[in-house]
């Protein structure tokens, strides 16, 4: 089976940065992504990462390292609209493909 | 836009009523879906991968004759909840995989299901 970690609450500044991290123990790792969840509303993607390195895409940021399997979402200059929560699932090529999720990390953004 | 659409975003039915929830991969075709439920403050759990032409794979746990899914369509894949109880009221959210974008996976707007 699969384990991913990441921490439950995270609470930051407006404008300041948070980092979200996620660890994961799966037999057939391909790929992994990251997504926000405001309470209420299905998941919107916000990052995959399947080879080692950092990904950016404006004020978000994904960092995977596969032989330590970890990853960190990176959260710039945060907005009032970012408090949400953030999931890290990670794709099992070993059990067809399937997304396993995180429990998920509940980041507070106050003024 | 959404590449992914699900209806509808809410129902309401009665107990041991059947409610339909439909998937639709929107200009790209899916061979494989997968249908997850999501109680309050918790993460998303898979119920079943659906596929294409085949019988769906269940979870360990899931009901497959009280959970029933069709993938009739590369386009279109079904949730159909049978003989509805209160305790199957639940977010319920399909995604699927976009071949163009490296298999990203995208998800549906969920359905929001209570059964009274």
């Known amino acids: 089976g699969q384990n991913i970690d990441q921490p439950t609450e995270m609470t930051a500044t407006e404008g300041a940065i948070v980092q979200i991290n996620c660890t994961y123990q799966t037999s057939g790792f391909n790929g992994l992504f990251w997504y926000q969840q405001h309470a209420g509303e299905a998941p919107t993607f916000l990052s995959y990462?399947?080879?080692?390195g950092l990904e950016e895409k404006g004020r978000f940021s994904s960092f995977l390292s596969r032989s330590k399997g970890y990853s960190y979402l990176l959260l710039k200059e945060l907005q009032m609209k970012d408090s949400a929560s953030y999931l890290c699932a990670v794709r099992d090529a070993a059990a067809g493909n399937k997304l396993t999720f995180g429990g998920g990390t509940r980041v507070l953004v106050k003024p | 836009g959404a590449v992914v659409s699900q209806h509808p975003s809410r129902v309401i039915c009665k107990s041991g009523t059947s409610v339909k929830i439909e998937c639709r991969s929107l200009?790209?075709?899916?061979?494989?879906m997968f249908w997850y439920r999501q109680f309050p403050k918790q993460s998303l759990m898979l119920m079943a991968t659906?596929?294409?032409?085949?019988?769906?794979?269940?979870e360990q746990g899931v009901e497959k004759d009280k959970f029933l899914i069709n993938h009739a369509s590369l386009t279109l894949s079904t949730l159909t909840v049978t003989s509805a109880h209160p305790e199957d009221s639940s977010f319920y959210i399909c995604?699927?995989?976009?071949?163009?974008?490296?298999?990203?996976?995208?998800f549906g707007e969920g359905s929001w299901l209570t059964v009274v």
């Open positions: 990462n399947v080879l080692d």
């Open positions: 659906s596929n294409e032409g085949s019988k769906a794979t269940y």
């Open positions: 995604s699927a995989s976009r071949a163009q974008q490296g298999n990203t996976i995208y």
């Open positions: 200009d790209f075709q899916a061979t494989t």
